[in-house]
């Protein structure tokens, strides 16, 4: 293992050299660009160069040093970046724990294991460059969209930090995904940044051309889409934020009122007529369908409506064995007392909902570590939507996995339901990151999503991720609005992850390449 993160003193080695701290510090100033840009309020521009000095600084290692430190230069960026980003991990609400100081262990832990992405892609960049000679600031793109398909997949899979994120508020930019997901609006950043580097090292007008190219003829494509979007006409929808504390919901002491409240927030939209009232995510704290009580009042509810209630709920039902297996779910009351199918969330939190690879080590069910240990559901269930429309529900942390939206609407959604608790969060960054992701979902499909929070962010979002209608966080309040109308079809849906896909065809390419030089004069960085 090396030693040269260690002083002199220790390691017995020269400190390092003043380039390789510059290296280094490059590292972090993109780390911190980087984790910026999904901080609250701060511009998502700050991602169009945020990579630059990193880049910078991996062309000079290609050049000159070996894997480990072109691993150690994308480990600390990746490091600065994501614990800066998932801050909000050490703010969780104590409710969300058995054990409170947890959250801090899996902070620091959950930051360092992300950046090791962050590493392996560095990592491939600089060996793709050197089998080549291709400049690594152009295959550092495959190379971190590649790791990015593995860090987003399975069961740890998290692609809560894609760099196309930071790109939710501008409407132009957002457009791209109708055409390859965020995974498309990340590979155009990357690109962006590469054309910096070689604005920034070049300096000739060709390369500032470039730049310019690739900075807005996207913006201006996206632009031209924006012309057909419409203002919403639909039925109107009623989403209720009921604002309920984790520690009243899950005390069990407090059923009767929180459904209470529920009733009469759905009972004071009632002048408007709604087409559906949306409750959040396990929104009483109670089995609502097993309860026969708690069923009837919301029964009754659509009834008095003339309109469906959807909510989410814990659930269970026998499996085959015939003990109970207990489900995070949602469903539907109808006006007329019938219920719908229950759906089941899909993927479920590790560590939060469920600890992970039980298939393998069955005995990773009993660790208690505040989790609920739901069973995951098996596939998409269609609602029947307000109006003619057929809806899909994504339960909380499911908005964040572009392929389950993607299910959803190919299995006939048109329209998408995300409700969600998210006051385990608290009044942090975490509440507009997850927001942040749910127009990404709407603008790959061309579908409204609306989106219906305990403690907010509750929104409806139109066809094009713009936001028609939302409440303020942190106040029982209900949202009534029109629904937005569905767009045309788009490329993602009928094709899926392409840009992956096409990401790992290049990196192949780049390795196999024919025209691959070795040991250039001139250096793996001459060209681009």
């Not at 972090?28 to 901080?39: E, I, Y």
């Not at 207990?326 to 939060?352: E, I, M, T």
């Not at 609602?383 to 809806?391: I, K, L, T, W, Y």
């Not at 896909?501 to 196999?512: D, R, S, T």
Request: overall charge positive; charged content about 15%; proline content about 7%.
């Amino acid at each position: 293992m090396s030693t040269a993160w260690l002083p002199a003193a220790v390691s017995g080695r020269p400190r390092l050299a003043p380039r390789s701290r510059r290296d280094l510090v490059q590292a972090v100033v993109s780390g911190v660009l980087m984790g910026a840009a999904f901080v609250p309020g701060v511009p998502g521009l700050l991602a169009w160069f945020a990579l630059v000095p990193l880049l910078l600084a991996l062309e000079r290692r290609v050049e000159s040093s070996g894997p480990r430190s072109w691993f150690a230069l994308g480990y600390t960026g990746g490091a600065v970046f994501f614990l800066i980003g998932t801050h909000w991990i050490a703010l969780l609400s104590d409710v969300a724990l058995t054990i409170g100081w947890l959250k801090y262990l899996g902070w620091l832990l959950g930051g360092l294991y992300l950046a090791l992405y962050w590493g392996a892609a560095t990592v491939l960049a600089g060996w793709l460059s050197r089998r080549s000679g291709i400049a690594a600031r152009w295959t550092f793109a495959p190379a971190f969209l590649l790791v990015e398909e593995l860090r987003g997949s399975g069961e740890l899979g998290f692609p809560w930090f894609q760099p196309g994120y930071t790109q939710h508020a501008l409407l132009p930019a957002l457009q791209l995904a109708s055409l390859g997901s965020v995974t498309l609006v990340t590979s155009w950043l990357l690109i962006l940044n590469a054309a910096g580097v070689r604005a920034w090292r070049a300096r000739t007008r060709g390369a500032t051309a470039t730049l310019a190219a690739v900075l807005v003829l996207p913006l201006l494509w996206g632009a031209w889409q924006l012309r057909g979007r419409r203002e919403p006409d639909g039925p109107p929808v009623a989403l209720v934020q009921g604002d309920v504390a984790g520690e009243i919901k899950w005390s069990g002491q407090h059923t009767a009122e929180i459904l209470q409240s529920f009733i009469s927030l759905s009972d004071s939209a009632a002048a408007s007529h709604p087409a559906w009232v949306v409750w959040p995510e396990t929104a009483t704290g109670t089995y609502m369908r097993r309860e026969p009580m708690q069923s009837l009042a919301v029964a009754q509810l659509a009834a008095r409506l003339h309109c469906p209630v959807f909510s989410g709920f814990a659930h269970w039902s026998y499996g085959a064995d015939g003990k109970p297996i207990v489900w995070n779910a949602a469903g539907l009351w109808q006006p007329d007392g019938s219920a719908s199918p229950v759906y089941a969330k899909r993927h479920l939190v590790p560590f939060g909902e469920r600890v992970p690879f039980q298939w393998l080590v069955p005995a990773l069910g009993k660790w208690d570590l505040g989790q609920a240990e739901w069973r995951p559901g098996t596939g998409p269930v269609l609602f029947a939507g307000p109006g003619r429309d057929s809806a899909s529900a994504l339960i909380c942390f499911e908005s964040i996995f572009p392929d389950l939206a993607r299910e959803d609407v190919r299995h006939g959604s048109d329209l998408l339901v995300n409700i969600t608790n998210d006051e385990w969060f608290g009044n942090g960054a975490a509440l507009q990151q997850h927001a942040a992701m749910a127009p990404f979902r709407a603008v790959e499909h061309h579908v409204p999503l609306i989106r219906c929070a305990n403690t907010g962010l509750t929104e409806i979002i139109d066809a094009y991720g713009a936001i028609t209608a939302k409440l303020p966080t942190w106040t029982p309040r209900v949202l009534v609005a029109p629904l937005p109308a569905r767009g045309s079809p788009t490329l993602y849906t009928r094709t899926g992850d392409w840009p992956g896909g096409l990401a790992a065809l290049l990196a192949l390419a780049l390795a196999f390449a024919p025209w691959r030089r070795r040991g250039r004069v001139d250096g793996p960085q001459a060209r681009g």
